[in-house]
């Protein structure tokens, strides 16, 4: 989906424009449709995977046997094609007819940046990393991106192929901006209300290491010490497990914390930001970083 950004029909307003797009296709939770800012019903569920499959494609020509492989997998109707154009007319009907073209046995369906989700999305974390240096600004775009999440990416084909991979993909990078959005709170000394938030993530995503070095700066720049340094071993031993041990990052965490008691939170922060720029580090490692 993100050549679209480059690929978008032209004369539309931008993700910087002050008036919401008209159209918006949602794909970052159930397949959906909203026109002037109301939901309208798509139909079938054959109609939603439709829409979701031309979404995929943005801007793209999407062959109609692609897309009846998707629709009805190695049995489709006997009027397939008749059947096909049904449910594309259906769509058009509910949002022009210019905005799927056909032509050579393909259909494209037209949309601006702003007018899809996902695309809207990826720019606002795109706009948040760059303002990393401004927690209140980054604080504030990563609310904006991950506001527009109202459940798993493509709702009820998001196992199915071909939407499974851009399912994850999209839920990885969700996942850098709630970090980030982690990473302003602590940025702007929020550590006391984010912790119990932190505490629950890395419950639920366990392997998520960057959670856990926020997690652990929490507790430290909260002055829960003892706490942070079993939150270390917890992580270790959850490591040990899989034939894994904590990178470098937690390491050098877990010693500042342990060592530096007098200054642990000024050198807590200054490893927050080394963190941001390590490699292979917190930031940018999802498991444990080496083996054990």
Same mark, same amino acid.
Not at 26 to 30: A, C, F, I, Y
Not at 124 to 128: E, K, M, R
Not at 134 to 141: K, M
């Given at each position: 989906m993100k050549a679209a950004i480059d690929t978008?029909?032209?004369g539309r307003a931008g993700l910087s424009g002050a008036r919401p797009p008209a159209l918006m296709v949602?794909?970052? %939770?159930?397949i959906d449709l909203e026109i002037e800012g109301t939901s309208v019903p798509i139909g079938s569920r054959l109609g939603r995977m439709l829409l979701a499959?031309?979404?995929l494609a943005a801007n793209h020509l999407v062959p109609a046997d692609q897309i009846a492989t998707v629709l009805w997998g190695d049995a489709p109707p006997a009027s397939r094609d008749n059947t096909l154009q049904t449910y594309v007319s259906r769509l058009r009907h509910l949002m022009g007819h210019d905005r799927i073209r056909a032509g050579d046995h393909c259909y494209q369906l037209n949309l601006a940046p702003a007018e899809l989700d996902a695309l809207a999305f990826e720019t606002?974390?795109?706009?948040?990393l760059a303002a990393h240096d401004?927690? %209140?600004?980054?604080?504030?775009?990563c609310k904006g991106a991950l506001a527009l999440w109202r459940g798993a990416a493509f709702g009820e084909f998001a196992e199915r192929d071909p939407f499974r991979l851009e399912?994850?993909?999209?839920?990885e990078l969700r996942f850098v901006a709630m970090e980030t959005r982690f990473e302003?709170?602590?940025?702007? %000394?929020?550590?006391e209300l984010v912790t119990g938030a932190l505490e629950a993530m890395v419950e639920e995503y366990p392997y998520r290491e960057r959670l856990w070095h926020l997690y652990v700066s929490a507790l430290a720049l909260s002055g829960r010490r003892v706490e942070a340094l079993r939150a270390c071993s917890r992580l270790r031993s959850l490591l040990a497990e899989v034939g894994l041990e904590p990178s470098a990052v937690i390491r050098d965490l877990e010693?500042?914390?342990?060592?530096?008691?007098?200054?642990?939170?000024?050198?807590?922060r200054t490893l927050l930001v080394a963190a941001r720029r390590e490699p292979g580090g917190a930031a940018n490692a999802p498991l444990g970083g080496h083996g054990a």
């Open positions: 978008a029909p032209p949602r794909v970052l %939770g159930p499959t031309l979404t606002l974390v795109s706009d948040a401004d927690p %209140g600004r980054c604080l504030d775009t399912a994850i993909r999209l839920s302003c709170e602590l940025d702007l %000394g929020r550590e010693t500042a914390i342990f060592v530096e008691a007098p200054r642990v939170r000024t050198r807590v």
